[in-house]
Every structure is written in C-alpha cells, then in structure tokens.
C-alpha cells in the first residue's frame, strides 16, 4: 500500500507529518511518498520535491514559479500511471492541488482532500473541482460538513488536525516563566509564517505596538518569527523603534500562552490562541487589488477561524490596506486597560474551546484512509 501525501506550506507539512505517523502507526508497512516539507520528511515520507519551498501567495509571487509547478504536474501525473499509488492526499493549497487531483484521477488513483482549502469563504463556485476529482473530503471544521454536502460532495468528519499539535505540544515552562516575570502587561505580535505575510503586516503590527505603548507605558512585546530569516526582517524594522519587542523563533506555543493579547494575521494560528484563551485582534494587510478581489469573491462574514466558528467577532477584525494602527490597537487597549472585558472574551473562548478544540483528527483521518483500502490491516496502537 502506497499513499502519495502533498503538502506546500508549512501548517499542511506540520498536519502531514502528523497525518504520515499516525498511519505508520497502524500499518508500519506504508509507503508513503510525495510532496512537502522537512516535518514530513522527518515522519517517513520519502519527498519528491520540497513543495514548501513554494508557499506563495498570489498571482504575481506565483507566476515566476510557474514553470516549475506545471513540471511538478507533468512529473506527478507520469508517476500516477506509472507507480499506481493507492491514494492522493492533499494537505490545503488549492491552486497546485486542483492540478494535482486532476491528474490523479485521470490516471485512476482515487483522491482525498485532508484540510479542504476554504470554499466556503472563497468563492464557492470552485466546489465543482471538489465533485469531479475527490473522492472523499475530509472535513476539518464543524459546519463544512453540511456545506459540503449539500453541494454534492462525499464528506468525512474528522476535526481539525490543528489541534492535534497543540494537545501533543510540550512548552518549555522556564521560558514562558522569563516571558511573563517583568512587569508590565504582555503582546504577543504574530506576523504569520510565509515571509510575504510578514513583509506586509509586520510593520503595520509595529505601528500598533507603538499606539498601545503610549496608552500603556508598561506594556511589552514579544514576536513570535518562524524562521531565522523572517527574524532577520523583523530585527531590522525594529532598529530605531525604541519599543521594547523580543524576537524569538520557533517559540509560537510558549509565546501565545505567556501573552495577555496578541495581535496577529488570520490563518490556523487562531486555533491556538483560541486554545490558549489568548484574546486577540486580527489583521492582514492587502493591497486595494487584492481587497477588490476579497470584497468580491468572500462569501461569509468573517477572516478569522474562531469568529467563523463562532458566528461572532469575539477576535476583532481588519482586513486593510491601510497603515492606521489605531482601529487595530483599540480593542487591544482596552483588553489591557479593562479586566472585565478582556475576561469576557477569555470566557467566550473558553466556551468556544470546549465545543470544538477536540484532538484526535490525524488519528480519525488515518483510521478513515487504512478502512476505505484495507480494513484488515487498520488496528489501532
């Protein structure tokens, strides 16, 4: 049995790799090969090509790229009719994927979408892929189920893989102790995990930074980089600032549990400020284009993950193009200048975690994708 596992940014490398030991787990003979990042090199599966590489984000960081997407294509499609994998899973990323389950199904391997990308937000019309390539999408969030189905597509619900990570995760207490020990309220800055979302929403971030410093002297910052490059960037537009901002990498976990609010980019990351109770405001900043093309094609009221769950914008919201810090760092001042309010949000959230922040996707998906080719050899650990 052979699945062939692709993920191109670092959330899908992070989910596969977890997707990858959960199957090993309960059928130690799997092959798995395909696409991603060092996390699911690291769980077994035997890469084709570094996908992660080319986490990109729209057309113009896309199109010198795109030469090398239709040869991944090309090579994906030889090895589909020539290797015969019993299964293609795709982890999120929908641009590359759609030409990938393409090809998978032309070539007869059945595909299985595991973190389907947002349809529901993003122009709908696009489901139709969805109907005509997969086989089975794996739904990762409560009301996808029932979207998705009533659009024609056969779901699974398993829960979002996210929240796997965070039950698994280990957080050095020492360091969230150091984080937490001077005095002064705590701001988490979280300016995503691509480097262009960094490039475009760090220094409005900043800017916030700076309007909470002077409500709340006292106040402090934290930015959580992903890698050492980013911190390189973020380091740089700091010089001069005068703001008392730490730069840690890789210490997401540990900085999101010592902060008393955060301001960060919309993405999975509001999975775990949600699971650490973090009250947050959310930003990403756009160009008038890009807003144009949001305006048009969103379909549902909110960018953030736990307001959609929610129906409610306990996170408050902006989707901008402009560099004004001061609608952004409002609700932030008065979190930290109003107990009351800040501990109204944590309550809401604490309830909204209880609802949905259930562990166990990975395994569930794993269980699901052994059953539907070889119940026999699906036993769990």
Request: glycine share 6%.
């Amino acid at each position: 049995m052979q699945f062939f596992l692709s993920a191109g940014e670092p959330s899908g490398d992070l989910h596969g790799a977890n997707l990858a030991h959960e199957l090993r787990l309960r059928n130690p003979d799997i092959e798995l090969v395909g696409f991603g990042g060092d996390g699911m090199a690291a769980a077994g599966v035997q890469l084709h090509y570094p996908l992660t590489n080319l986490a990109l984000i729209g057309f113009r960081r896309v199109a010198p790229h795109l030469a090398q997407f239709f040869k991944l294509a090309r090579r994906s499609e030889v090895y589909f009719r020539t290797a015969r994998p019993t299964a293609l899973i795709v982890i999120d990323y929908p641009g590359f994927h759609w030409a990938l389950a393409k090809r998978a199904h032309r070539a007869g391997v059945p595909v299985y979408y595991f973190v389907p990308p947002q349809l529901w937000a993003w122009a709908g019309w696009r489901v139709s892929k969805m109907r005509r390539w997969v086989k089975t999408v794996m739904t990762a969030l409560p009301f996808e189920e029932e979207w998705y189905r009533s659009r024609g597509v056969n779901t699974h619900y398993i829960g979002h893989p996210y929240f796997d990570e965070i039950a698994e995760q280990k957080l050095d207490a020492n360091f969230v102790e150091s984080l937490k020990a001077p005095v002064g309220p705590l701001v988490a800055l979280l300016p995503g995990s691509r480097t262009q979302e960094v490039e475009a929403n760090f220094p409005l971030q900043l800017k916030v930074a700076a309007r909470i410093r002077e409500a709340i002297a006292e106040s402090r910052f934290v930015v959580a980089a992903f890698n050492e490059k980013q911190a390189g960037f973020i380091r740089r537009s700091l010089a001069g600032s005068g703001l008392p901002v730490d730069v840690h990498v890789k210490r997401t976990p540990e900085i999101i549990e010592a902060a008393d609010v955060a301001v960060a980019v919309s993405g999975s990351v509001g999975l775990e400020l949600l699971s650490r109770l973090t009250p947050t405001a959310v930003v990403y900043r756009v160009t008038p284009m890009q807003l144009l093309l949001t305006r048009t094609l969103k379909a549902c009221k909110y960018i953030s993950l736990v307001n959609l769950l929610t129906d409610e914008e306990l996170f408050p919201e902006f989707l901008t193009t402009s560099d004004d810090p001061d609608p952004i760092a409002r609700p932030v001042i008065e979190w930290l200048k109003f107990p009351e309010q800040r501990l109204g949000t944590i309550e809401k959230l604490r309830t909204l975690r209880t609802k949905v922040a259930v562990p166990g996707a990975c395994a569930r998906a794993a269980e699901f994708l052994l059953n539907e080719f070889a119940p026999s050899v699906s036993r769990k650990p």
